[in-house]
């Protein structure tokens, strides 16, 4: 009798949620502005995915006699560069880089900054400790905190992603903390500790979940954030190490020859923008749709 | 108010330290030895080790860091490897062109973006407010250097009706090659923070426009240009002015790489030079200079608004 209740309120919970699922589904699919996101950056992912495809010759392949050609249909789409690579395999190869950047610092602060929040909002003496030293590193501006980290690191993709992570947590911890904060409060984990319930099951099965949409929007933002801030450094030549094609490599080359090539400027500029516009929007349009007031 | 200002003021302590704190270690999280980092292959183990000693890098951790602490606190903010002159000279000498620079792009993004904002916030919903809308977008979405580099494209490249780059300061050149020399660069800055501040002063204005003592406004029959002017602007004046403020520093770190592509220079082409040739001290007395202005003025703002707003004071952190 007891084993058929059960198996009846877990059918009925996996109903629930596989109902909310799909509102939820629905609702991303009916928000234009998530929509229009999610096009920007899932075009951008496609060519940077078909890389090897659409440019055969690779990002570092050169030749000579082929400096700084001008865009045309029949030769180079995107135009040579200084040393007679294609800017349009370059361009492509640095949107595989610095999307893999962005990503990577996009989850790592996400679930750092997570972790973090949780345990600062449900620890008193954490909290304390955790925010302040959160305050502290976000009173230091974060472009000017990710070129000093990168000064006293080795230049490689590795540290670019920890520095950008560095400079990201304290922002998602904080949003984390405050929704954790309201959550905490709320009879049904009063409920739960009072049952006798762990911490950790509190904090994991029952706080983490519902502040996971705040959270998941600020990763968003982090995630468009470091692609320009990947690309800032890298243009001032702290980032991304030569020949390795990133989008801020390609504006740093470009620079010293802008008087003679705007293609090595305006075709790595063009898919920063839209990029990270992309996200930007995306991140709006996923606020609306986790928001439970906009139903 | 007393208390108010004692303790936002007490609060500036943990965030000092752990500023302080994070910039030490800069130099102590390279891998291998600092001094042999800095001098390059180059140097012999006698050179390195009166470097280690002049650096006091011999001592314990905490050691060092008191003494580091202790002077800067004395206003000795460490010695340049490879610049001459003491480091407030370095340091103030760079600083003109950044707050040039930075002044002149608050100033823009200022007239740009706040009558865009009241004008989205008088027209919510209508075409109007969708089209700043897509330029407050466009402009949180641009990243500084790359439309400053376009900005040279058009109008130094292709134009040629402004200079590409270089700085020239009033007393060199008159204020108006000063003005040619940095209006490009101030557009490029200013323009990234006219997207955050459009939406911040649309959604100030939207939100006095919805109180109750507005639509008492209108129910006593006041004209709606006397409500917009005399109340609605009146009182999101100061969240407006408040985000302008915020912009200065947001700016002042954000001219770091406007800088580079400019050729100014200012204390942002010298963070990166000192980081291309691991000038440690610069890069610490840099990052420490600018935080700790940030702080302050994080606190003046804060200060400002708990003598404007009792209910800031009253509140404290949590409002």
């Known amino acids: 009798m007891e084993k058929q209740s059960r198996q009846d309120r877990r059918a009925l919970e996996k109903r629930l949620r596989r109902e909310q699922r799909a509102r939820m589904t629905r609702k991303f699919l009916h928000n234009k502005l998530a929509m229009l996101g999610s096009l920007m950056i899932l075009t951008v992912v496609l060519l940077a995915l078909l890389a090897p495809v659409l440019a055969p010759q690779g990002p570092l392949e050169n030749s000579v006699y082929d400096r700084l050609t001008p865009p045309s249909l029949d030769g180079y789409l995107f135009g040579s560069d200084n040393l007679g690579r294609s800017v349009f395999a370059r361009v492509l190869y640095g949107a595989r880089l610095s999307l893999t950047i962005g990503a990577s610092v996009g989850l790592l602060s996400m679930v750092l900054g997570m972790v973090l929040g949780l345990y600062a909002s449900y620890y008193r003496f954490l909290d304390n400790l955790i925010m302040r030293v959160c305050d502290g590193l976000s009173a230091i501006p974060s472009t000017l905190l990710a070129i000093a980290l990168m000064a006293s690191l080795d230049r490689n993709i590795l540290n670019l992603i920890i520095s950008l992570t560095v400079v990201s947590v304290p922002r998602v911890a904080r949003v984390a903390r405050s929704a954790a904060v309201v959550v905490r409060e709320q009879t049904y984990i009063e409920a739960m500790r009072s049952a006798g319930a762990s911490s950790t099951r509190i904090i994991w099965g029952h706080i983490a979940p519902n502040i996971l949409s705040p959270v998941l929007v600020q990763s968003s933002y982090i995630f468009a954030n470091a692609i320009i801030t990947e690309a800032a450094l890298s243009f001032l030549g702290v980032g991304v190490p030569l020949p390795e094609p990133s989008w801020g490599n390609i504006l740093y080359e470009g620079k010293a020859v802008i008087h003679k090539a705007w293609w090595m400027i305006v075709y790595p500029g063009l898919f920063t923008a839209v990029t990270v516009l992309g996200l930007n929007i995306f991140g709006d349009g996923l606020r609306d749709v986790l928001d439970p007031h906009t139903n | ?319």
């Open chain 2, 1 to 319: 108010m007393k208390k108010y200002v004692l303790k936002r003021t007490l609060t500036l302590i943990p965030v000092l330290f752990v500023v302080s704190v994070a910039i030490f270690m800069l130099v102590h999280i390279a891998p291998g030895d600092p001094a042999a980092a800095l001098l390059g292959d180059r140097a012999s183990q006698a050179e390195i080790d009166a470097l280690r000693e002049r650096m006091g890098l011999n001592d314990p951790l905490p050691v060092q860091y008191v003494n580091w602490v202790g002077g800067v606190l004395r206003g000795d903010l460490g010695e340049s490897v490879f610049m001459q002159g003491s480091m407030t000279q370095i340091l103030a000498e760079h600083m003109g062109p950044t707050l040039a620079l930075t002044g002149w792009a608050v100033l823009l993004a200022t007239l740009f973006a706040v009558p865009l904002g009241i004008l989205a916030a008088k027209n919510q919903g209508r075409l109007a407010d969708h089209l700043v809308s897509v330029t407050s977008m466009v402009g949180i979405s641009m990243p500084s250097f790359l439309l400053g580099l376009l900005l040279v494209l058009l109008f130094a490249v292709q134009l040629q009706w402004l200079p590409a780059w270089g700085y020239v300061s009033i007393r060199e050149g008159g204020f108006l090659a000063h003005l040619r020399s940095l209006i490009l660069p101030a557009i490029a800055l200013g323009f990234i923070e006219s997207g955050l501040m459009i939406r911040m002063t649309r959604s100030a204005m939207l939100e006095v426009l919805q109180s109750d003592y507005i639509r008492m406004c209108k129910a006593k029959g006041v004209s709606p240009s006397g409500i917009f002017l005399k109340h609605a602007l009146r009182n999101s004046l100061i969240s407006i002015l408040t985000v302008v403020g915020q912009s200065f520093m947001v700016l002042l770190s954000g001219a770091t790489v406007v800088e580079t592509v400019f050729n100014i220079p200012g204390i942002g082409q010298l963070t990166v030079n000192s980081v291309l040739r691991r000038d440690y001290e610069v890069i610490q007395a840099v990052v420490l200079l600018v935080s700790v202005m940030n702080v302050l003025i994080c606190l003046v703002l804060d200060l400002l608004y708990g003598l404007i707003d009792p209910r800031a004071r009253a509140g404290g952190e949590g409002v």
